[in-house]
């Protein structure tokens, strides 16, 4: 048994033996190809793996820029620096901690201890190759992105009234163009044939238009008809509101956040998926970003003030049920799978954000009477569904578990 | 006579199309008391005295109605040894602090890897990461572009350790902040399954 052992461990050894030699001579002609000072392909992808994300050759981003490093450094200096940025700052080069200062609240640069010599070689010859392109000007880290506050209704209104100007005109026109040509006819009236006479008695005669029945019943009609429709409309929406966008503290976008840096709706709104409320943002959770992001905006000033002192940001409610209606966020979004969009709208369009649904019990109910339960995969429904297929062809839907007894959403 | 009803019934009108609600108001509700409680409420709090609906608590700070949970609390759900078989490892998150550096504290994953529980990491580190670390964790992400900083795991953070990922998203670490608020214990640990196979990708 030992033996056994014995005999493996000492073909394993061999084998080692053989990979190390071949290693050894494999690193060995590697560093005679580089004599200079290295590689700049192997740099390149050094640098985008472990440097790119705050260094660029041209410009500042996180870091200063890298172009004309070599000239600034030696190379002596530049590996004990990258593999370990703290220390060499701790020994009190002057270079190092003027550059610590210049860069003080990006913090200190990251060590690389793994990194070895010839890697960081490799990467000065990439930056070496680099420094003589152009710099690209597309995209890249520290720009700051142009954010769109154009509001296309303003266009749409425009539009809409230069249509009604050019009616008017097309109606101030025609009718003077008539008045004008019934003259010339009634100038002409003799050579007018006989059944053609009927144009110049053609008079409207509005007093006895005004004082039929049948105007007066018309014109009553539509007035009580209209202000009748506005008072129930405006009584109807009494509770309702939809619509509803109040100006917040912070101006805070959605569609900044949510749209155009595709931030989760999960990452801020936390309780969505474990409770009854999807819970508004604390503040530390602004801060994971806005540490760095804008970090001197004046507009976040509130933010800053409630990380650092715990006083809370008094955002404004938007949607608001009463309290004679319970509402739970995790068994639509979580069980049920539906998209936060199906009841808030196009939030991630939303400059600022506003009740989409009117948030009413028929909307809710019809919802509930055309919504398919989504049984699969949950074996809280297995039973049920077996249940329903017995009696009932159609897939199941909320109605069918209950969705429409008062008890489920009144207690 | 007639003049005064006339009135009357204009002015009723118009008081009764003033119950509207517009962009900056919510409108007339039937029953305020519904929508305002004085009981405490998430997400609610009326904090000057007088007012109807007060529902703020002067003992707190802030006349907060709600509290941090005493420190050194132990959340029931945070410490369940029959579903991990592994009291050890469910009590990894209480061991380490802000102050201790990541790999300081060694644990193991106490949620055995496999295809779903990849999957779910997958799903979580959409919700919770991606917008910095980028899809396939190149630290190309919408924000990380502006953000900066962010490494690449299959580069610079190669070589992070379970413990030290769990420890990185718990307490954030330099410039990348905490996201233990977020995120409960079990799915970082989904999390870190999920970034280990970026990192070998």
């Known amino acids: ?411 | 006579m007639k003049i005064v009803k006339y009135t009357l019934l204009s002015i009723s009108f118009i008081g009764l199309v003033s119950c509207t609600k517009s962009v900056e108001d919510p409108g007339t509700e039937y029953a305020p008391a519904m929508y305002h409680s004085r009981a405490y409420e998430p997400l609610t709090q009326v904090t000057e005295e007088g007012n109807d609906y007060y529902n703020s608590n002067p003992n707190n700070p802030y006349k907060m109605n709600m509290r941090a949970l005493p420190k050194n609390t132990i959340k029931i759900s945070h410490f369940n040894a029959n579903y991990y078989k592994n009291p050890e490892a469910d009590l990894f998150f209480y061991k380490i602090s802000k102050d201790s550096t990541g790999a300081s504290v060694i644990a193991t994953n106490p949620i055995p890897k496999s295809e779903a529980v990849i999957a779910e990491g997958k799903e979580l580190y959409g919700r919770y990461c991606q917008h910095c670390h980028g899809e396939t964790g190149k630290g190309d992400g919408e924000v990380g572009k502006v953000f900066g900083g962010v490494p690449n795991y299959a580069g610079a953070a190669k070589d992070r350790s379970e413990s030290s990922i769990f420890y990185t998203i718990t307490y954030g670490r330099n410039r990348m902040g905490a996201h233990g608020s977020q995120i409960n214990v079990l799915d970082r640990w989904k999390i870190v399954h999920y970034v280990q196979t970026l990192q070998n990708q």
């Open chain 1, 1 to 411: 048994m030992f033996l056994n052992r014995y005999k493996t461990f000492k073909r394993l050894s061999l084998v080692t033996a053989l990979f190390l030699s071949f290693f050894a001579h494999f690193y060995a002609s590697a560093e005679d190809a580089k004599a200079a000072i290295g590689d700049p392909a192997k740099g390149k992808e050094l640098f985008d793996n472990n440097c790119a994300s705050c260094h660029n050759v041209h410009k500042v981003m996180v870091g200063p820029a890298l172009k004309g490093i070599l000239e600034r450094r030696k190379i002596e200096w530049i590996i004990p620096w990258v593999k370990n940025p703290a220390k060499v700052i701790a020994s009190g080069d002057p270079y190092a901690k003027k550059l610590a200062a210049d860069f003080q609240s990006a913090g200190v640069m990251t060590g690389f201890g793994a990194l070895k010599d010839d890697d960081i070689k490799n990467i000065m010859a990439y930056v070496k190759e680099e420094e003589t392109k152009t710099p690209d000007n597309g995209g890249g880290g520290g720009t700051t992105p142009k954010v769109e506050v154009k509001q296309d209704t303003t266009f749409v209104n425009w539009v809409l009234g230069g249509f009604i100007v050019v009616l008017l005109a097309m109606l101030v026109a025609l009718l003077s163009v008539m008045s004008i040509l019934r003259k010339y006819i009634a100038q002409n009236a003799a050579s007018l044939a006989e059944e053609d006479k009927y144009i110049l008695e053609d008079k409207t005669d509005w007093k006895t238009i005004t004082s039929s029945t049948g105007f007066r019943f018309t014109v009553a009609f539509l007035v009580i008809g209209l202000i009748g429709k506005t008072t129930l409309d405006s009584l109807v929406s009494i509770g309702m509101q939809q619509g509803y966008a109040p100006e917040q503290p912070i101006p805070f976008s959605h569609k900044l956040h949510a749209g155009k840096y595709k931030i989760d709706c999960n990452y801020c709104h936390t309780g969505v998926r474990i409770g009854k409320h999807a819970n508004i943002p604390s503040s530390n959770i602004c801060m994971n970003c806005h540490s760095q992001i804008k970090k001197d905006s004046p507009k976040l000033e509130k933010v800053r003030t409630a990380y650092k002192t715990g006083k809370p940001i008094e955002w404004v409610r938007v949607h608001n049920l009463p309290d004679l209606a319970y509402f739970n966020h995790s068994q639509h979004v979580k069980v049920a799978g539906l998209e936060c969009q199906k009841c808030h709208g196009p939030v991630q369009e939303m400059e600022v954000i506003q009740q989409y649904a009117p948030l009413t019990m028929g909307w809710c109910i019809n919802c509930h009477r055309e919504t398919v339960v989504k049984a699969e995969g949950n074996k809280y429904y297995d039973n049920l569904l077996k249940l329903h297929n017995q009696v009932s062809s159609d897939p199941m839907k909320v109605k069918d578990i209950g969705g429409l007894e008062c008890s489920k959403c009144h207690y």
